[in-house]
Each structure stands twice: as structure tokens, then as C-alpha cells.
């Protein structure tokens, strides 16, 4: 018996659905994700990865099913700031600086102990634009002030949709090291990328979505 499976799981769904136009957009589902776990979702495309991560980050209703954080009913105000979601559009603000963005996000949810925003910025390679407007940065750079956030802030469950999408490959590979440092603390991610994920922290869990 693992560490896990002996421990309650950090999230857990039964029988979770969501529908569009009364439409189940994928089937049912259950899963369950541990403190220091990977989880990958898979499917192909359409069948309903992002729509899974925005309803576990609460961007959308869920249809039917029951989700539990840490063995309870998921309640939102509770687990405020406890999951962190990073998708296709990054919630930056354009016309604000990296430095700028991390500051806001910083006030709204507090910040790991021990982190500051100049060094966790130096960290996502953005030492030199940490007070350029988002705006005037690359795709990839705007890809790593996102990290910088998921890095700052105490989020305990990351949920990342295509996290490796116009990064290069040290981007890659700092992601890769995102996720072990983060499931080596005790963090826990759910991941969604149609790339290969190289992760060494373990065997990952596998969600694979049917739509
Ligand atoms: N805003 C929307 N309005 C209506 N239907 C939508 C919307 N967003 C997604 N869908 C539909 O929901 C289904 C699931 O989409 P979703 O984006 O979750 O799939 P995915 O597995 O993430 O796909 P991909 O691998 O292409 O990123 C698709 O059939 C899609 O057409």
C-alpha cells in the first residue's frame, strides 16, 4: 500500500459531468489526486481537457457529480487561492509589467515563505524584463511571467492547461522542474499537454477524458 492511497486525497471527483446544451461534454468521471502528485489528462482533441481544468478551477458550473477537497464538499471560499489555473489566455495584465502582475496576484493571495518577486522572476529567465509592460513581451516570455505567478504564490493544486505551449526548450524543461519541486513540497497538478511530459517525480496519474 502507497503513502497515498492510505492518506485522503487532496481532491477527489465521483461521477463528475458537464454539459453544454444539456450535451455531456465528456463521460463521467472519477479520479482522485494525492498531496505530491501528477496527474495527466488526456483525451484528444474536443474531448473536453480545458473544460475539465476551468470547472475544477471554478470558470464553470460543473453539470452533476460531487467534488471533495481534502475529503469535504469543495466549497469555493474556501479553497480560495488554493487552486491555481493557468490556461491558453495567461490572466495578465498587458498593459502592466511582470514585476506589476506579481504584486497585484501577490496582495490578492499572499506569497510562499521565503519568495521574493525579483528572484522568482530571475528563476522563469525574465532577469532584465521583470518592468517591461507585458504587452511588449514574446509569447514564451509572457508564458514564463505566468510561471513566475504559479511559483510566488501558495496555491497547493496547479491546474495547467498546455503549460509548455511557446515555451523553448529551457522553457520545457523549467516546467518539468516547476512540477517536481512543486510535487516534491507536496503540491499536486493536473496537467493537460499534447506534448510529451518529461517529469521524474514519480509515476503520474493518468486522467483520460472520453467526449
Ligand atoms: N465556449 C464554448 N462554447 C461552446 N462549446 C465549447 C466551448 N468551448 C469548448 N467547447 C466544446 O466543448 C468540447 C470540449 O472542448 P475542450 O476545449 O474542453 O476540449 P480539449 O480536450 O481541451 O481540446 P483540445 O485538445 O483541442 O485543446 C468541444 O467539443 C468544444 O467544441
Known amino acids: 500500500m502507497t503513502a497515498a492511497s492510505t492518506t485522503v ?17 465528456f463521460a463521467p468521471l472519477d479520479f482522485q489526486l494525492h498531496a505530491g502528485e501528477l496527474a495527466l489528462v488526456e483525451g484528444d482533441n474536443g474531448s473536453g481537457k480545458t473544460t475539465l481544468l476551468r470547472m475544477l478551477a471554478g470558470l464553470l458550473h460543473r453539470g452533476g457529480g460531487e467534488l471533495l477537497w481534502r475529503g469535504e464538499a469543495l466549497q469555493r471560499d474556501q479553497c480560495a487561492g488554493q487552486i491555481l489555473f493557468l490556461g491558453h489566455q495567461l490572466g495578465l495584465k498587458a498593459d502592466l509589467s511582470p514585476r ?4 497585484i496576484a501577490a496582495g490578492l493571495h499572499g506569497t510562499r515563505e521565503g519568495l521574493g518577486m525579483a528572484s522568482v522572476l530571475a528563476d522563469v529567465g525574465l532577469r532584465g524584463y521583470e518592468d517591461e509592460p507585458v504587452r511588449r513581451l514574446s509569447a514564451g516570455q509572457k508564458k514564463r511571467a505566468a510561471l513566475a505567478r504559479l511559483v510566488l504564490l501558495p496555491a497547493t493544486l496547479w491546474l495547467l492547461d498546455e503549460p509548455y505551449a511557446n515555451l523553448d ?11 517536481e519541486k512543486h510535487t516534491a513540497a507536496g503540491g499536486a497538478a493536473m496537467v493537460t499537454s499534447h ?3 518529461s517529469f521524474h517525480g514519480g ?6 477524458m472520453h467526449g
Open 195 to 197: 506534448g510529451t511530459v
Open 169 to 179: 526548450r529551457i522553457g520545457i524543461a523549467l516546467v518539468n522542474h516547476l512540477l
Open 203 to 208: 509515476e503520474p496519474r493518468r486522467i483520460r
Open 100 to 103: 506589476e502582475n506579481l504584486r
Open 9 to 25: 486525497p487532496l481532491l477527489q471527483a465521483r461521477a463528475l459531468s458537464f454539459h453544454r446544451q444539456d450535451e455531456p461534454v
